[in-house]
């Protein structure tokens, strides 16, 4: 995964650098072509980001030191965002929206050739990438995931242990009982919403697909009543509900901190959060700066079970880099991130008995210049 994260990361802003020195003007749907000379491509691309750690730490850095292997004039800024979507969503009324990002979910599938280029077409991505069709309009791709996930609990083990429980709840009233014995047996907050912060909420909608082992379930969200009885959105819903009413979160949800909470989850303070896959490494590189135990980090799936096995569905996240050009610039190359996932697809699932924790991807996609 790590080098499929790479790859599209470099891949994307390397088909930017063709704009780097062009003189202007596009059309709508340009496809992205890489430079014939990487070497003689000069400028400066800004890339946005979500990790702010891993702009922190370095990470970045030695991303943008395997970017300029190929193309040794070009100069790659980093800029991570707590805040992405907000900010980003303003930001695209402007030319200030970087030059490789994560599209926002803002931006309707159909409008996709308005902002980014082609990488190519579904048949030539589809042979060596997964996911696709989340980015593809009229046969062409305009987002690559490097990076999927299965949505799930971040829990910090030594803490359910402390409170006697040692087996993942296979039932929504299994999950709040263990909750219950968080809060009376520990001194951790039980479950945390993350509320400010807005977008975590958005991930409950993920557990769609993982209470019935449906990989149609999307998809049947534009057919029926996507809360009726029973129906994975209105389980996940209820179970949030729940939490929040049985005095099981945080007691005032609108001082939360997101980067606060992956130290506070590590060291104990905090029992559980709903994200994702992808997060799992972020916790447990906060634990080890805390000096505490990262293997106390651990991932568990909804609780449901669908013939005694739990279910999870593997998608790309909800946003992806893309690359974007000013008007004055010719378009960009192939390779970079692309934007939200449709609401009416199929979704792998992943199935595991009660053990193992799955890893996934997420997306990436190439900006065009504006007309």
Known sequence: MYRRTVLAMVTGAALLLSACTGTGGSSKGADAKAPTDPAKVSGTIKVLTVRTDLVQDGTMDKYAAEFNKTYPKVKVEFEALTNYESEVKIRMNTENYGDVLL????????????????????????????????????????????????????????????????????????????????????????????????????????????????????????????????????????????????????????????????????????????????????????????????????????????????????????????TSTPSTRTPPAPGSTGSRTSPVTTRTIWRSPRSRTPRCPRCCSLTRTRA
């Open 103 to 322: 599209i926002p979910a803002v931006i309707k599938k159909a409008d996709y050739p308005k902002f980014f280029a082609s990488l190519g077409t579904v048949e030539e991505r589809g042979e060596k990438y997964r996911f696709t069709d989340f980015t593809t309009v009229d046969g062409k791709v305009y987002g690559q995931s490097p990076v999927g996930v299965t949505p799930g609990f971040i829990y910090n083990k030594r803490v359910w242990r402390e409170a006697g429980v040692t087996e993942w709840p296979t039932t929504s009233a299994e999950f709040l009982t263990a909750l219950k014995a968080i809060k009376s047996k520990t001194d951790a907050v039980p479950y945390y919403t993350n509320f400010a912060a807005g977008w975590t909420l958005t991930s409950w909608t993920y557990v769609n697909g993982s209470v019935h082992c449906d990989p149609q379930a999307t998809t049947k969200l534009a057919e029926g009543d996507p809360w009726a009885e029973n129906a994975d959105l209105r389980v996940g819903d209820t179970l949030l509900h729940d939490i929040v009413k049985q005095g099981l979160a945080e007691k005032d949800p609108t001082t939360t901190n997101w980067e606060e909470s992956k130290p506070r989850t590590a060291k104990g303070e905090i029992a559980t959060q709903w994200l994702g896959t992808w997060a799992i490494v972020q916790f447990q590189d906060a634990a080890k700066k805390a000096g505490v135990n990262p293997d106390d980090i651990g991932f568990m799936p909804f609780p449901a079970q669908t013939d005694g096995k739990f279910c999870a569905a593997v998608a790309p996240t909800t946003t992806r880099p893309s």
